[in-house]
């Protein structure tokens, strides 16, 4: 059986194999492989887009030992993996389940690039998060996927979410790694210059076509190319279609309730339901259980879609699964900036690759810093934290010069040539002509600031940062200007005007979830499988221990055990 839609689209009660709950890559993942190995699956979407964060993210993907990077002559092996879990994940992690992750996730990656549209290649250069811990890789272990052309989606490109409006230029979207240095290079090189005009230029011709960008990258690729091949074995993914209830039958999950347009629908699975619906970003009440911070108040912005708000997991207790609170931390932490809109409203952008750059620092409102701003944005998040303990709201401000934001932008505020007028008349961006001004304009403590910023300036121009050691690794310089030397990642502060930008917590995905086993079960508190009960993807405890490994550490993962769940439901064990 391929899909009860009726005529219009619209769901019937009926059965299938496979219920999939959720649009993501964890879900996409699993009800691909459903579908490649023969079972009738679909994939209920709550939002009207279908591809929750993952279409907005940039599609890095975390694989050990993956064939692609071994062909390019990189070495790795599932000992150094697992030593790197152990360092990073200590007394929290569990072995069995890291181990499967090590040995599954190349062959799910193999799976997907042999029988489905999503290709990848690996990300040159790219190391892990914690390089100097054993076992760490220098790059080879995140992927990207590659570009895919929209066109081939037909009418469904129209329901794929569209990506971060703020992360891209007119809507295009710009690839980590080579792209992105080719655009932050365009008023220097003619090289960059002219690779970006034929880009612009195509997408220009795309908009006027198609009225959005139609080449395709990061997560927007990769959901595409799973929904591509889903379509082609004939089945669907209904969006505007919440997933309400489970229904369980003596202990036996066997199907859901649906909600499509006021109707409720019943379906039943012959293999189970696999809870994809993306964690609780948006769940308060379990944020402020599990979220230090917001024990004091609920100051936290999320980038994540509004409709992913812990469905899953409330599910997955109801029918008697165990949310693993054993996790380092709940979420994936990043420091995010709230963009105002010209209708009012307020977009939340995450910081991911302007802090690295040489001329950032980030204070505190005391005018104090206190991380080293290069690395990872888990790793600046918690430092965030930390530093605001005493404080009612987690906050802190990135500084800049007019030099450094002309050349890298920040947050929402993109390079030159482009005008950032704007962003100063919305306050996003606030400015003083000497750096007194820019604290009493930003509402930091002065003489600590200048005190910070002279310090920070002497090393800086020798450079180095004794004080936190921004560009002393080669993760930090990955993520810095290459071209600027002594020290990719630094620069003194010293030409006005001076800018800040004011940063909250946030988070990129949380990582706290329902225990699963190595079939991607979901697991009772006694440890025993629920039958017919899988989770994957953020809607699973992080196979991290709540630490954040590298570049893809959620989706390596979310498609892995998605892969895996798919693959026991069709009665193959991996
Ligand atoms: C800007 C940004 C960049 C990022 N970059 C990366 C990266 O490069 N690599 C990486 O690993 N991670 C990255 N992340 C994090 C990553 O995108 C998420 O952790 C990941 O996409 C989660 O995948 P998922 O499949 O679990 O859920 P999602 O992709 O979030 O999908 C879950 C879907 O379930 C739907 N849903 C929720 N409730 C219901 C319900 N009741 N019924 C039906 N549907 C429901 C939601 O609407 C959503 O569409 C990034 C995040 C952001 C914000």
Known sequence: MKDDADSHGHLQ??????????????????????????LSVVVLEKASVFGGTTALSAGGTWIPCNHLARAAGIQDTPEQALAY??????????????????DQAPVMLRFLEAHTHAKFSY?????????????????????????????????????????????????????PGPELKHFLNVLRSFES?????????????????????????????????????LFDHGMHIHTDTEVRQLLVDNGRVTGLVASQQ??????????????????????????????????????HWSPVPDSI?????????SASGHVDLGQAHAACWAPVSRVPQPNGQVTIVPHLID????????????????????????DFGQAMITACANEDQV???????????????????????????????????????????????????????????????????????????????????????????????LAPIQDGPFYAVQLHIGELGTLTGLAIDDKARVLNAQGTPVPGLFACGNDASSVMAGDYLGGGATLGPGMTFGYLAACHAAGQSA
């Open 262 to 299: 006021g109707q409720l629908i019943t379906l039943t699975a012959r293999k189970g339901v696999v809870l994809a619906s993306g964690g609780f970003s948006h769940d308060h009440e379990r944020r402020q259980a599990h979220f230090p911070h917001t024990k004091r108040s609920q100051h």
């Open 85 to 102: 879990f152990k360092f990073c994940g200590g007394d929290r992690l569990n072995e069995a389940l890291a181990r499967r992750f090590i």
């Open 123 to 175: 990300a040159a250069g790219r190391p892990d998060y914690r390089p100097h811990a054993p076992g760490a890789a220098a790059q080879g272990r995140t992927i990207h996927p590659l570009p895919f052309d929209a066109r081939q989606l037909g009418t469904h490109i129209h329901r794929l979410r569209p990506p971060f409006r703020e992360l891209t230029f007119l809507g295009m979207m710009i690839k």
């Open 13 to 38: 009660d009926s059965t299938y194999d496979l219920l999939v709950v959720g649009s993501g890559a964890a879900g996409m993942a699993a009800a691909v492989v459903a579908a490649c190995k023969g």
């Open 395 to 489: 906050i802190a401000y990135l500084i800049a010069d007019h030099r450094a934001i002309r050349r890298y932008g920040i947050g929402a505020v993109k390079p030159a040539p482009l005008p950032i007028g704007s962003h100063l008349r919305s306050g996003y961006l606030m400015r003083g002509f000497t750096l007194e001004e820019l604290a009493q304009v930003a509402g930091i403590d002065t003489k600590n600031f200048l005190e910070t910023v002279a310090h920070y300036n002497q090393q800086a121009k020798l450079g180095s940062d004794p004080q936190f050691g921004k560009g002393s690794n080669i993760y930090n310089c990955y993520n810095g200007d290459p071209g600027h030397e002594p020290n990719p990642c």
């Open 309 to 317: 708000n812990g469905d899953g997991l409330r599910m997955g207790e």
């Open 355 to 378: 802090r690295q750059k040489p001329g950032f620092i980030a204070v505190t409102k005391h005018g104090f810093r206190f991380v080293n701003e290069a690395s990872s944005y888990h």
């Open 193 to 229: 210059a002219r690779y970006v005009i034929r880009k612009v230029l195509r997408h220009f011709r795309d908009l006027l076509v198609h009225h959005r960008a139609m080449d395709l990258s990061n997560g927007n690729a990769l959901i595409a190319s799973l929904a591509k091949s």
